[in-house]
């Protein structure tokens, strides 16, 4: 570079340029190389322009236009408009020419139209014209049902309309079969599924024509059906097996439906059994097409679950009318669980297994779903003696569950159900990775059949409580799913306690019961037993003073004994929240009690406050300690109101006191911290409220104590450093010096002119422009000082 050569150059004399002169040479240099930079920059945007390929122009192709459509389309188009057209024409004939033609001309043109219609897609399918055979064939097999309506019309007008469909559908089915077994016409696909579809006519209108009734209409479609399911099963060929398939379903379900409403109205044995016949029929065929590989294995399932369902039904149906309605559902219920005989058997496919395995509990969850509305009524049903409380004893249990709702009809046999169901679950899942589950679901039903039992078999009132009692006892001690029994518990106790509320005794027998049974398995499930316990105890109180004529503020103390030990029981327990929860709920609802009565509600708060000073002398519960101040408050305040003293110091010392001694702490344990952390709380809390009453108050003796505690205030903070009593103190005193100058400020105004207000406001306002910066000065000064105290 020339500023290196330069630089050399000089080194190399015996003169070094000073070092203004060096860096306007540096300078220079550095100008150069910009200029040289931009001139390589634009140069290289050139090169690279030029060496990018340039497109060629070249003239647009101009496409031949795809067709819309392809050359066999527009055959297949064709030929079928052609058969349709023909086939019309050929209606046309029959209906409106055919009358002028005789019997032979009739024949003759009719059997000439259908035999060249049937014989010309021989040859066609010979030449490879197979669209054009298939359009002659469908018109071929069109020409035969007119064929067929043309002879009913002239030879056989007064057969009757089903039985002549019966004959001729049959006919037209084996004709049109016969046809589609030609050697040639085997290769046409329309001829087999037409003969098909024909086939499922016969015997729907013979079983019309014969007035068999509804069983034998049912008979004649799940028998079509049976037929298409062997064929779907067995041919091979698509289209075939498509309308088979459709077939199948569609006269199936339409059977099946028809011989579940004939079984549900059957009211002898007679036709019950009849009606059983058909359902099993049903079964049998969706079974058997589960069984010989329909596709899918989802599908073969649900064929499965489909005759499991229907034998389930049939069964059921056979023996309803000859039982008692109450035990319709426990027979159709072991009906489903004897399906799970057959599912153990080896031999039956494994799909057929498992749809039978869903069948069975398909019917045993529409079973429980039965018993549910029993269960409801029973467990909350009694909760209405909440508001007829001691109105009485009933004389059974059904009276107790059923007071303000009706017992269900024919529902005697739910507790069966429930316990059936429950002893499925527990044998049926055995050495399965299941079977905790399925023991925690017997469980449960089993505690729901027990919970019914004592209404639905209408004991005496007294035995139900004792039931009740025992229920809880034993869920408690069930050793499987222990907090689904702790759930199950709680619930039958609750039940218990609401029965009870129909008799005082019953009611204070129960309550006590509970409070000490829950209180002596505490040590095994302490986070739901003790909670519980403690509520229990705390309606016994309620209760007890309730039975003794008590005032509610008088309960108010006995209640107080829950929270008592709560506090005291909690530390010795590991799982305290919930226990700690439930003796705050009980004190508010001691307060709650005594709310009407303020020398009462004193005491409990003070006695709330007590309790809650105790929990905060434990380490891990000091914020507590504020709850306790709070209530201590409280308890003040509300002695204060009932002995209607209205001076706000009495309301705002007992708060300022323990304030700014705990103010006063927390300053000898952190000197750092602030004034207005420590004392400003307690101290605003009676000087702010003891000013407003100042303002208001027409006397002299209340502005003067607060003058002379606020100066005493005031050279305290002085005295001490201390910002936030100098400041309270100065503000509060002030604003009492203007309260009582107020009177005689407002006598010299109205003793001034008018004009002399405005005029002294005027002169302030200059004088203090004048001395502005001064007064700066000073505000500044009292910053500070005020800065340098606490």
């Known amino acids: 570079m020339s500023y290196d050569v330069t630089r050399t150059t000089l080194q190399g004399m015996t003169h070094i340029p000073p070092p203004a002169e060096e860096l306007r040479l540096l300078d220079a240099e550095l100008w150069q190389l910009d200029r040289r930079r931009t001139q390589l920059l634009a140069r290289r945007a050139w090169l690279v322009a030029a060496l990018q390929p340039r497109p060629t122009t070249r003239p647009a192709t101009v496409g031949s236009p795809r067709p819309e459509t392809s050359a066999p389309g527009v055959q297949n188009l064709l030929l079928l408009l052609g058969g349709v057209l023909l086939t019309i024409a050929a209606m046309v004939f029959t209906l409106v020419s055919w009358g002028h033609l005789g019997i032979a001309g009739r024949g003759l043109v009719l059997g000439a139209l259908t035999l060249a219609a049937l014989a010309a897609p021989l040859p066609l399918v010979k030449r490879g014209l197979r669209s054009t055979a298939e359009a002659v064939a469908g018109l071929g097999l069109a020409l035969t049902v007119l064929d067929a309506y043309a002879l009913y019309e002239v030879a056989l007008p007064g057969t009757g309309g089903a039985g002549y469909t019966a004959a001729a559908s049959a006919l037209l089915a084996g004709l049109w079969l016969a046809y589609g077994l030609l050697p040639r016409a085997a290769e046409l696909r329309l001829p087999l599924p037409a003969a098909l579809a024909a086939a499922q006519l016969p015997l729907f209108f013979w079983a019309v024509s014969s007035s068999v009734g509804a069983h034998g209409i049912a008979a004649a479609l799940l028998v079509t059906a049976a037929f298409d399911t062997v064929v779907a099963l067995r041919v091979t060929i698509g289209s075939v097996r498509v309308v088979a398939a459709v077939g199948a ?161 024919d529902i005697a046999a739910a507790p069966l159900v429930l316990v059936a169901v429950a002893a499925v679950l527990a044998l049926a899942f055995r050495n399965t990775d299941r079977h905790a589950r399925a023991l925690t679901g017997a469980l449960v039903l089993t505690w729901a059949a027990a919970l019914t039992v004592p209404a639905v078999l209408e004991l005496p009132y007294t035995t139900g409580l004792l039931t009740l009692g025992a229920l809880t006892a034993v869920a408690l001690a069930a050793p499987y799913g222990q907090p689904t029994a702790t759930i199950l518990a709680l619930a039958a106790s609750a039940d218990l306690a609401f029965t009870a509320l129909a008799s005082q005794t019953a009611t204070l027998t129960a309550l006590g019961a509970l409070t000490a049974f829950f209180a002596a398995v505490s040590w095994r499930l302490t986070s739901v037993t003790a909670p519980a316990a403690l509520a229990y105890a705390t309606a016994l109180a309620c209760a007890t003073g309730a039975a003794a004529d008590w005032q509610p503020q008088h309960t108010a103390l006995l209640v107080l004994v829950a929270p008592v030990a709560a506090a005291l029981i909690a530390p010795r327990v590991t799982e305290r929240i919930p226990l700690e929860v439930a003796g705050a709920v009980a004190g508010l609802l001691a307060i709650g009690l005594a709310a009407t009565d303020l020398p009462m509600l004193a005491l409990v708060l003070a006695l709330c406050a007590v309790i809650a000073a105790g929990t905060a002398i434990r380490p891990d519960r000091r914020p507590v300690g504020y709850a306790a101040a709070v209530l201590f408050v409280l308890a003040a305040w509300v002695r204060l109101a009932a002995w209607e003293v209205d001076m706000p110091e009495a309301y705002t010392i007992p708060v300022t006191v323990p304030a700014l001694v705990v103010g006063f702490l927390r300053l000898r344990r952190d000197p750092l911290t602030s004034s207005w952390t420590a004392f400003g709380p307690g101290l605003a809390a009676t000087f702010l409220p003891s000013l407003a009453a100042a303002w208001t108050d027409p006397h002299w003796t209340r502005p003067l104590l607060l003058g002379l505690a606020a100066l005493s205030l005031t050279l305290l903070g002085a005295g001490h450093n201390l910002q936030a009593p100098l400041v309270l103190g100065g503000s509060v005193l002030t604003l009492d010096a203007l309260h009582e100058l107020a009177p005689y400020i407002v006598q010299v105004t109205d003793a001034l002119p008018r004009w002399v207000p405005p005029a002294l406001a005027g002169l302030l306002l200059l004088a203090l422009g004048a001395t502005y910066e001064q007064r700066i000065r000073n505000v500044r000064r009292v910053r500070d000082v005020l800065g340098k105290m606490n």
């Open 249 to 409: 379903y569609g006269l199936g379900s339409s059977g099946a439906l028809t011989a579940g409403w004939l079984s549900w109205t059957a009211t002898g044995p007679s036709a019950a059994a009849r009606a059983a016949a058909l359902i099993l029929l049903a079964a049998a065929i969706a079974l058997g097409a589960a069984w010989r590989g329909s596709p899918g294995k989802g599908h073969a399932v649900g064929l499965a679950v489909t005759s499991g369902l229907l034998t389930v039904a049939a069964l059921g149906g056979a023996v309803r009318p000859a039982v008692p309605d109450a035990w319709t559902v426990p027979v159709q219920l072991a009906c489903g669980i004897a399906l799970l005989a057959a599912v153990r058997t080896g031999r039956l496919p494994e799909a057929v297994r498992e749809g039978l395995a869903w069948s069975s509990a398909v019917v045993q969850g529409l079973a429980v779903l039965w018993a549910l509305p029993l269960v409801a009524i029973t467990l909350l049903g009694p909760v209405a003696w909440t508001f007829r409380a001691w109105s009485g004893a009933p004389a059974t249990m059904r009276e107790a569950v059923t007071v303000d709702v009706p017992w269900p009809p």
